[in-house]
């Protein structure tokens, strides 16, 4: 199943697809209230509106456009990240791969924007990067998840787009979440793919792209990152709870430096693309 959500004049609109059909959440008896993704991952809730949406065929939407989806990440739900996960982005910031566990931030949900929405670079940096990213959201509440339990909190998957201000990072890697944490510097979504659209271990060959101007400046499989996914949700829940609908971006396999002008695309094969253009 897929879901996304867009802004209305007074709130938003969530649409889902089963089966390739897309529905409004609003003609569908129970669920026509929710404004949050968060309040339809549990696995129950999922299951249920699954079934719900089958039986809908009949009410295709042909004007779904994911190209200005709103971000999947409601108010108040939290972004972590993974950093130098990919050896690839090592080599962009001349930095060793962490050896004890990939490096992390936590980031405002204010600097979040939705799909196709400009990038705004900030007078404080001279060098900003823009990183494609799988991300994985959290379905249920959890904490001290084992390794090989992984997939049974995470109710889906999204791509994401996660800029950094490189050159305060470069002056000093306690920056991070600073770095990280101007307007319009992120981007989750278009829309949320359930675990069930991916066989284990299918999510270990997706490709990641970052791509600037219709050129892919990095490319690597999910397989290539040193921490994989089940590490990563082992690392992020150990010893703290995390909430349904929280985002762990799973690290980048290459950044591409952004200017003015400049379009940029995070592909995650199979999940989805945000595009943007930099301003």
Sequence with gaps: MRLARFTTGDGYRIVASHGGVWVPLSG??????PTRLTD?????????????????????????????????VGDGDDVWGAGLNYRGHCDDLEAEQPASGPGSYLRPSSCLIGNGQDIELPSQSKRVTAEAELGLVIGTECKNVRRDAWRSVVAGVTAVLDMTAEDVVRENPRYIPWAKGFDTFCSVGPQLV???????P????????TVRNGETIASARVS????????????????????PGTVICTGTPGAAVISPGDSIRAVVEGVGTLAHMVR
Excluded: H, K, P, Q
């Excluded at 359930?194 to 284990?200: A, G, V, W």
């Excluded at 299918?202 to 792209?209: A, D, K, P, Q």
């Excluded at 040193?226 to 150990?238: K, M, N, Q, V």
């Design 224 to 243: 290539d990152m040193r921490y994989d996914l089940g590490y990563l949700i082992e690392y992020f829940t150990a010893g703290r709870t995390l909430a």
């Design 202 to 209: 299918g999510l270990e060959s997706v490709r990641v792209s």
């Design 194 to 200: 359930t675990m069930d659209e991916f066989e284990e």
């Design 28 to 33: 569908i008896a129970e669920y026509e209230a």
């Design 40 to 72: 339809l991952v549990g696995e129950d809730r999922r299951t249920e509106l699954a079934a719900r949406i089958g039986s809908l065929a009949a009410a295709d939407l042909t004007d779904v456009r994911l190209d200005n989806a709103a971000a999947i």
